[in-house]
């Protein structure tokens, strides 16, 4: 008997259809053993040993494998192809103590091919692979162990400083501050409504582009009164096609899904965060419908390519298929090449034969993989573009029209597009002026990060790995450090900002991305062979280590002192931190435990529903605002966005401010207008 280990019991159900009778099939369920929760667990006088602990779950787990493993004639390791995977596949070897009574095989898709052609080329465990995992381990361990006590002392408990969590807290920390500094500038464009005659139809608008050929630039003119100057100057003036340029431009299609952009594009189309998509790939991957889901290489198999090929050809049309494969290259350093790109594993299994085979979710998704894949090996899409100059005296306005001419990868992956179609025109032609409108702009600060965007520059600046960013983003809103407005855009708690802007003063290194991404380097590089992991920890530790003693006697605990004495001891009453917000508490805590509520902001808003409380307000036990009556639990009237003194003037309901506008707070009242305070 052949004894097949794996992680999930979801792959040994996938496994079972097609490896018979000569495989035992058993899952570890995850990790087996681990650092201790409650020490530090490294020993850093000796070359940083770290003690693993069989996980107290895991203990009848370990048990049954052993008793398996002891009858087998041949134990395989199958772990997932990946860092996490060799080491789970290592602590499994350690703790049935194989010795090298074992083979390590390696598949990037549940399939029957895949599977018994691994199962022809075992090898052993790398042991630079499970080094560069321990390292990242064991350096999480160590600044987690050792920054976290420091935020408890200095502001508040329960509070955690992880490394790579550190970057993603700071790059919203740092966008907010920037929001707020920003200051806005003014600026005017001009659009002139033109008409080839005086068919409406034959109307289009041109953008005031050129001053005596001097290019207008976007804050050129400043206030109204130069518009105005402008449009006196044009007084009386003909409207002449001056110059026209055709020119046809192809857009390439996207690459296969990586695990980044998946996740960035489930986020975009709809809303999913990072942690869900990574899970429903999971049961995608395990059930065998897709590759291994956490993957930075662009490859795609030979197999998969013809697959692709013969699905276009046959069910497209041969128009859209460009003669030969397309291949892309990784554009990171770090990308393991022996992986593929996410695509589905069976291309002919298209997602409407698979509606009974997986639930609404997994077939959303798998959708999406589906039809990327197949739009990447698609012809791109052509469109015609006309770009018109229209001369008005000393002024050029600039016409740009665009129409689809052959859809290609679109057909398959639609993605947005303007097409704006301009009437036929000829050089030296007089065209009319219908209108000159002039049009008042202010300048935008850089936006709130989302789920996609966020994931986008850590990716972009080499901070973190395919399997980070999911757990990067939820830790940080578990910790209650950030939360997500209206538009699902992340911003911080003050805590956060508290945590952010210390870890930013003192440790600067911590925070610092380019000192992230050179330390994600070192551990590719003992994956490689190419460093030993423990140079690479005593590198880190010894200048950390000083910096954060030098701190400890350094840095103050961040107290708000307030004017009201506590009623239990008369001492003064401070304000605390807690992952939920602020409350009152004893400065002479622990000896005074009193603690109370920090006052809410009443809005001066009288309850709609119950006529006699006042709105104000409140958090749920998330950490997130809303604003609720204040005579909870007898009136139970509550809203997300945050209400105004103004009555809906179409159903006299209470306004609410949301996403830059005044919007009824009644869901069948579709009143809406900008508020004046982001004009």
């Excluded at 996980?55 to 997932?80: F, G, T």
Aim: include cysteine.
């Amino acid at each position: 008997m052949n004894l097949l280990i794996v992680e999930s019991p979801a792959k040994t159900r996938t496994l079972k259809k097609f490896l018979g009778k000569d495989y035992e099939i058993a899952a570890t369920l995850g990790h087996i053993r681990d650092l201790p929760k409650k020490k530090l667990g490294v020993d850093i006088e000796d070359n940083f040993k770290p003690e693993y602990i069989t996980i107290s779950n895991k203990k009848k787990v370990i048990s049954n494998l052993r008793k398996q493993s002891k009858k087998a004639k041949q134990v395989w390791l199958a772990m997932d192809p990946d860092r996490e995977g060799e080491a789970i596949a290592w602590h499994t070897a350690k703790a049935l103590q194989l010795g090298e009574n074992y083979q390590r095989i390696v598949f990037h898709e549940i399939t029957e091919q895949a599977v018994k052609k691994a199962l022809k080329n075992p090898r052993k465990i790398d042991q630079d692979v499970v080094d560069a995992q321990q390292a990242r381990r064991i350096l999480d361990r160590v600044v987690g162990y050792k920054l976290s006590p420091l935020l408890w002392k200095k502001i508040t408990k329960g509070l955690s400083a992880g490394r790579v969590q550190s970057v993603a807290l700071k790059l919203i920390v740092d966008r907010e501050k920037e929001i707020k500094d920003f200051i806005a500038q003014e600026y005017w464009s001009i659009t002139a409504t033109l008409s080839k005659n005086k068919q409406e139809a034959n109307e289009f608008e041109a953008l005031l582009s050129k001053e005596n050929e001097k290019v207008i630039k976007k804050l050129d003119i400043k206030s109204k009164k130069q518009a105005e100057e402008i449009i006196n100057n044009l007084k009386d003036a003909k409207y002449i096609i001056k110059d026209i340029d055709r020119t046809e431009v192809k857009k390439s299609p996207f690459p296969p899904f990586i695990t980044s952009t998946l996740q960035q594009e489930m986020w975009k189309k709809f809303y999913w965060p990072a942690k869900m998509t990574m899970s429903i790939a999971q049961q995608l991957y395990e059930k065998g419908f897709i590759t291994y889901h956490r993957s930075d290489s662009l490859n795609l198999s030979s197999q998969a390519l013809q697959a692709a090929q013969e699905i276009i050809l046959k069910d497209i049309g041969k128009d859209y298929y460009p003669g030969n494969p397309r291949r892309f290259k990784t554009s990171s350093k770090s990308a393991q090449e022996a992986h593929e790109a996410i695509r589905p594993t069976h291309p002919k299994e298209k997602p409407d034969n698979l509606k009974s085979k997986l639930d609404e979710k997994q077939i959303k998704l798998y959708t999406l993989i589906w039809k990327r894949f197949i739009a990447c090996q698609m012809e791109p899409a052509v469109f015609d573009r006309v770009g018109v100059d229209i001369q008005a005296k000393k002024y050029t306005f600039r016409a740009n029209g665009q129409t689809l001419k052959f859809d290609g990868f679109l057909k398959v992956y639609p993605v947005k597009f303007k097409e704006a179609q301009l009437p036929e025109l000829n050089k030296e032609q007089e065209v009319e002026l219908k209108k000159l409108a002039p049009e008042q702009h202010f300048t935008q600060p850089s936006g709130r990060y989302s789920e996609a965007s966020l994931i986008k520059e850590l990716e972009k600046n080499g901070v973190g790995r395919p399997s980070t960013y999911a757990s990067i983003i939820s830790v940080i809103q578990y910790r209650g450090y950030v939360n997500k407005n209206e538009a699902k855009k992340f911003y911080p708690e003050e805590i956060g900002i508290l945590v952010g802007n210390l870890l930013s003063k003192h440790f600067p290194k911590i925070v610092d991305i380019k000192f992230t991404a050179k330390m994600e380097e070192d551990l590719d590089e003992i994956a490689q062979g190419k460093r030993k992991w423990v140079d690479v920890l005593q590198d880190f530790y010894k200048p950390f280590a000083e910096n954060l003693e030098k701190k400890n006697k350094e840095i103050t605990k961040h107290i708000e002192k307030t004017e009201e004495k506590c009623p239990k001891c008369g001492e003064v009453l401070v304000v605390r931190f807690s992952r939920f917000g602020k409350f009152y508490g004893c400065s002479k805590y622990p000896k005074c435990k009193f603690i109370k509520p920090l006052k809410t902001e009443v809005l001066d808003i009288k309850c709609p529903k119950c006529k006699k409380g006042d709105i104000t307000e409140k958090r749920t036990k998330k950490g997130k605002v809303f604003y609720g009556c204040n005579q909870w639990p007898k009136c139970d009237f509550a809203l997300w966005d945050k209400p105004t003194k103004e009555k809906c003037p179409k159903c006299d309901s209470l306004l609410v401010e949301k996403n830059k506008k005044i919007k009824c707070s009644n869901k069948d009242c579709d009143f809406s207008k900008t508020s004046q305070k982001n004009v």
